[in-house]
């Protein structure tokens, strides 16, 4: 029994590692080589937790091995366009110019059910409104709607907008996050002198978030409404 | 880059440790397989207490092999070693009739351990 849990452990950790090596990538979008390997992973680690006959080296060796040669192919995409192609395929153009292509859903398997199932997933429910879909490598679907049909942009109805980073958290739970202090261009004692400007202390600071212009949310840990700092000087 | 750094390194290392366990488990059962031989000449020959020692040194070698073997190989096929060898002294020592299928099923074992571990086409398909 205790035997099964350090080997649980062992594995647990090696398979988080693994992960970990084959990159961020992996776990927001599969291709299909990356698919392969996670399933193949998930199966090999469980053998030598099940089975205490087979030494961990047994198990570790083919998830490791996987995984180094998943890196190095990933690796050999990126350097190779035509070896990619071969490996991950190619997007696929499903409606151009408003027209369903019927031979790549045929190629692609794709039912007129499952064309529809796609588009709803990226908010369209009717389909004159697309002027163009591609159906991505990993299998997601992209959708680009007719202009008539669109959203329009700030910039169609002519309005000016400063491009500027998202607010960034710098105060969570009574404690400084300094890389996000530092990515603002600002220090910890200018942070600490906004909060002291409110009469509060760090400590009592739940959530504080600021933006390049000077923008600070700061919520208290108990509880009422937030301060919202316009312009302050971080 | 410094995954695929890192990956090529591990890689190289699993590399040189199936080679060193290839190797090591080649040589050890070669080794066996060479003690079984001259245990049955010893045997036929009629030098018992020779053969007993032979056996007494076989004995020896695998246990002094086995933690290493347990950590490379499955134990279903080292515990079949464990039954065979630790009979073999008992078998000469008592003038069994059972010592000559013993000793060849020793040698079959070991064989078989050996080509588990070393990469031929009838291995690996």
């Known amino acids: 029994m205790f035997v099964v849990l350090i080997r649980s452990l062992i594995l647990y950790i090696l398979v988080i590692f693994a992960v970990r090596l084959m990159g961020k990538r992996q776990l927001g979008e599969l291709q299909p080589s990356e698919l392969v390997i996670t399933i193949l992973i998930s199966n090999i680690a469980t053998l030598p937790i099940e089975d205490v006959n087979i030494p961990v080296i047994v198990g570790v060796t083919p998830i490791l091995s996987l995984v180094c040669f998943e890196v190095l192919m990933s690796g050999l995409t990126l350097k190779f366009p035509k070896f990619r192609r071969l490996v991950s395929g190619s997007p696929k153009i499903i409606i151009h110019n408003g027209v369903v292509d019927q031979k790549v859903m045929n190629e692609l398997r794709f039912s007129v059910d499952d064309l529809v199932s796609a588009m709803r997933g990226k908010d369209v429910f009717d389909i004159s409104e697309v002027q163009f879909a591609i159906v991505e490598t990993n299998g997601s679907f992209s959708v680009m709607k007719k202009r008539e049909d669109d959203v329009p942009k700030l910039s169609d109805i002519g309005v000016y907008a400063q491009n500027s980073d998202p607010p960034q958290l710098i105060v969570a739970d009574g404690k400084m996050i300094t890389p996000a202090i530092e990515f603002l261009g600002s220090s910890p004692e200018a942070v600490r002198r906004v909060i002291s400007g409110i009469g509060m202390k760090l400590e009592q600071v739940m959530i504080m978030t600021a933006d390049s212009d000077g923008k600070c949310y700061i919520a208290r840990k108990n509880g009422g409404s937030p301060y919202i700092i316009e312009g302050a000087n971080l | ?125």
């Not at chain 2, 001259?38 to 002094?64: F, H, P």
């Not at chain 2, 039954?83 to 008992?90: A, E, G, K, L, P």
């Open chain 2, 1 to 125: 880059m410094t995954r695929m750094i890192m990956s090529g390194c591990i890689l190289v290392t699993l590399l040189v440790m199936s080679i060193f366990s290839c190797m090591t488990v080649d040589r050890n059962c070669r080794e066996i397989e060479q003690s079984t031989d001259k245990i049955w000449e010893l045997y036929t020959s009629g030098d018992v207490q020779g053969a007993k020692d032979e056996a007494a040194e076989l004995e020896a070698r695998w246990e002094k092999v086995r933690s290493t073997y347990a950590v490379l190989v499955n134990n279903g096929r080292l515990n079949e070693m464990d039954r065979v060898t630790s009979r073999i002294y008992y078998l000469v020592e008592n003038d069994s009739r059972e010592l000559h299928s013993e000793l060849t099923e020793l040698e079959h074992i070991s064989k078989g351990l050996r080509a588990g571990e070393t990469p031929k086409l009838t291995s690996i398909f």
